[in-house]
């Protein structure tokens, strides 16, 4: 029902939005949409953490100047995520980085410490 009324508005002009696959696998899939959930005032839709599709609301939903999608990407600019909120999930990233001894892990979290730390998320 959320989902149809979603599609309603947007084909009205009432509210533009766009469904894309999330990037990643598993925990770092998570965070990444934890990410954009912080950049553009979102929430992350998630059965774990007790959001249903179904019970989300448009406050649930977050927002950006400019979304460019194409096949291959999705292109975030200037999220309408609280700045605060956007240098806390930075901090915490780079804290990360500093305790990772993996160097894999090492270049995805700082592939996605540009992404925030830019204003702009480029996904994949």
């Known amino acids: 029902e959320a989902l149809a009324t979603l599609v309603v508005n947007n084909m009205r002009g009432i509210v533009k939005f766009a469904a894309v696959k999330a990037p990643g696998f598993g925990d770092r899939r998570k965070a990444m949409l934890q990410d954009i959930a912080v950049l553009t005032g979102g929430t992350v839709i998630s059965e774990e953490?007790?959001?249903?599709?179904?019970?989300?609301t448009l406050e649930n939903l977050g927002s950006?100047?400019?979304?460019?999608?194409?096949?291959?990407?999705?292109?975030?600019?200037?999220?309408?995520?609280?700045?605060?909120?956007?240098?806390?999930?930075?901090?915490?990233?780079?804290?990360?980085?500093a305790e990772t001894s993996s160097d894999y892990d090492r270049?995805?979290?700082?592939?996605?410490?540009?992404?925030?730390?830019?204003?702009?998320?480029?996904?994949?």
């Open 49 to 56: 953490i007790g959001l249903s599709l179904e019970s989300a």
């Open 64 to 97: 950006a100047k400019r979304v460019t999608l194409s096949k291959e990407n999705t292109i975030i600019v200037d999220g309408a995520g609280v700045e605060g909120d956007i240098e806390s999930r930075i901090a915490q990233i780079r804290a990360q980085v």
């Open 107 to 124: 270049e995805k979290l700082q592939e996605r410490l540009a992404k925030l730390s830019g204003g702009v998320a480029v996904i994949k």
